[in-house]
């Protein structure tokens, strides 16, 4: 128990301390965050197919293009965000992702088309899109804003699973999640509002985002899509019959089992920003 403990606790302190790093780095360089979350878009792509996978085995070519179409689209979404030339980047990518797909599964005449495709398609929809809009938040505010939703992300976390724990009673999605509890919710909202509140009284100046009033709104946003993504993943498991969706990091399962509240986080976090014209 306490070896396991032990585990956890360095991989995921690994885990933090890559993503930390790589947006830390991003005013002098791109390249970390970019070979970061290109590597978890790769990964989580190939989680979806393990997941997701039937008795026929996949063709070398189309897991290829499907994971160069999800880096592409990280790739095409940041430096088009971050490049001011938005659509004459991304939609490219877009199209030849497409073509190349569709026409590939032309030639596959002994598979099942649309399981084959639907898997791709959902493995960019659930994994790529979410990560690539990772650089959209960059873009509307900045790498330390991004670098804050990471962190409420974690301590949304670390309050839901501390306050579950002692006192959770009440089930808060039992046919999904049976261990997850109303009280290890509210716990992990007040935590990560908390956390939204001590950042604007002695990190405002460091993070540039002005007003109490939007650092606790993206507070709330972060933690409600936070809980609906770790569901979605909780879901998309119970429904295939696994217990993590992979075996990557010891201590914590897949990449998915990671990632998993961010790819929610990621959209509700762009739309607050336009929302809120920060």
């Not at 899109?129 to 959209?136: A, D, E, I, N, R």
């Not at 409600?224 to 969706?245: F, H, N, P, Q």
């Amino acid at each position: 128990m306490v070896k396991n403990i032990a585990i956890r606790a360095l991989s995921g302190t690994v885990y933090v301390a890559l993503i930390v790093a790589a947006i830390v780095l991003l005013d002098q360089s791109p390249l970390s965050y970019l070979v970061l979350f290109s590597a978890m878009t790769v990964l989580g792509i190939k989680e979806v197919y393990n997941m997701l996978g039937t008795d026929e085995a996949e063709s070398w070519l189309i897991v290829l293009i499907d994971m160069l179409g999800g880096v592409g689209i990280l790739l095409s979404v940041y430096m088009g965000m971050t490049g001011g030339v938005w659509p004459r980047v991304w939609l490219p990518v877009v199209c030849l992702y497409l073509l190349a797909r569709c026409v590939v599964q032309l030639y596959r005449p002994h598979q099942h088309a649309v399981r084959s495709l639907e898997r791709s398609f959902f493995a960019l929809c659930y994994v790529a899109v979410p990560l690539s809009l990772l650089g959209c938040i960059i873009a509307l505010s900045t790498p330390k804003l991004l670098l804050a939703v990471f962190v409420f992300i974690w301590v949304n976390d670390t309050g839901a699973f501390c306050s579950g724990i002692t006192l959770g009673r009440h089930k808060l999605w039992e046919r999904i999640s049976p261990k997850k509890s109303w009280e290890g919710f509210v716990g992990g909202l007040l935590a990560c509002v908390l956390a939204a509140v001590a950042t604007h009284k002695w990190c405002d100046e460091f993070f540039q985002v002005p007003g109490l009033g939007v650092w606790i709104g993206l507070a709330i946003v972060v933690s409600v899509a936070a809980t609906y993504g770790d569901l979605t993943e909780s879901l998309i498991k119970r429904t295939v019959g696994v217990k993590d969706s992979g075996h990557l990091i010891p201590g914590h399962g897949g990449i998915l089992d990671r990632i998993d509240s961010l790819l929610l986080v990621a959209p509700a976090v762009v739309l607050y920003l336009i929302l809120v014209n920060l």
